[in-house]
C-alpha cells in the first residue's frame, strides 16, 4: 500500500520556507506538518495571511501541508481553510492538581469552543496523546472524543506515546476506531537516568530511531492494513540525541517504507 509521508518540520524553524521545501523534499517526504507557534514560520496571529503563501512554496516542490501542529484559534483555522490544509493538531495539557473528570470536562469544553470553527472552516481538529499528565492513551482519547463526529473533531495516534503506555499498536487503533485523523510515527522508551546507588529509581523517555524504539513498527503496520487505513502518516523527527536529527530521519523514513509499502510485514 503507498502512504502519504508526511514529515513535522519543528527541527527546521529557522529555515525559510524554500530552504525548508527544498530540504523536505531531498529527504524523500511527501508533505509537511507545519508549526504553527510563536517563533516558528508562521505563527498563529499571521495564519490566514501567511499559511497559504507558505503552502504555495511547498506545492512548488511538489509538496503538500498535510496538517498544522498548532492552537484552535480563529486566524489558524481561517488559514488552514485558505491553504487547503485539512487539519489542525493540537495537544490537551492536563493539570495535575485536577482529578481526571476534572481535566476530562475541561478538555471537553476547549473541544466544544472548536467545533463551530471546524465547521465553519471545513478543517478537523485532531488530537494527539501524550505522556505524562496529557491525553495519555487511546482509551483517555476514545472517551474525549466520543460525543463529537469525526469529520470535525478526532485522534492523532502517536506511535511513540502509545508504546510508552504500554499498549500494543493493534489495541490501541482498535479502540480509536472512526475517530483516527492522523498517524503520528515516531519511537521512544523508557530510560532510567539515575544509577543503582540512589534511594528511588528514575526513568524518562529516550526517543529514538525507528527500530531501536519500545513500538514495533511492523506491528503498526499490520495494524493500519487491517484498519484499512488511507491517511497520512507524519514522521515527527524527534530524537533525544537532537544533534543527528537530518541523519536518522533520512534512515526511519527508508526504514518506515520498506515496512509499511510491503505487501505484507512480519509480526515481531
Known sequence: MQYHWSVFTKPWKHREAHTLAEHVANLDF????????????????????????????????????TSVASTIAEPVFAGCQAAEIPLIRIMIAGDPALSWQENLAHAQQELDTALPLCEKYGVSVGVQHHYGFSIFHPMELKVLLARYDPRWIGGVWDAAHSALAGEPPKKALD??????????????????????????????????????????????ADALRLKKYAGPICMCAEYTDIANTDYYIAQDLQYAKSIFEAESSPSC
Not at 35 to 60: K, S, T
Open 30 to 65: 511527501d508533505g509537511i506538518e507545519l508549526p504553527v507557534r510563536p517563533g516558528f514560520q508562521v505563527e498563529p496571529d499571521h495564519a490566514e495571511r501567511e499559511l497559504p503563501q507558505f503552502a504555495r512554496v511547498m506545492r512548488a516542490h511538489g509538496l503538500s501541508i
Open 175 to 220: 479502540i480509536l476506531g472512526d475517530h483516527l485523523l492522523l498517524v503520528n510515527l515516531k519511537n521512544a522508551y523508557m530510560r532510567r537516568i539515575n544509577g543503582p546507588e540512589a534511594a528511588q529509581a528514575l526513568y524518562k523517555p529516550y526517543f529514538t530511531t525507528g527500530s531501536q524504539g519500545a513500538s514495533s513498527w511492523h506491528e503498526v
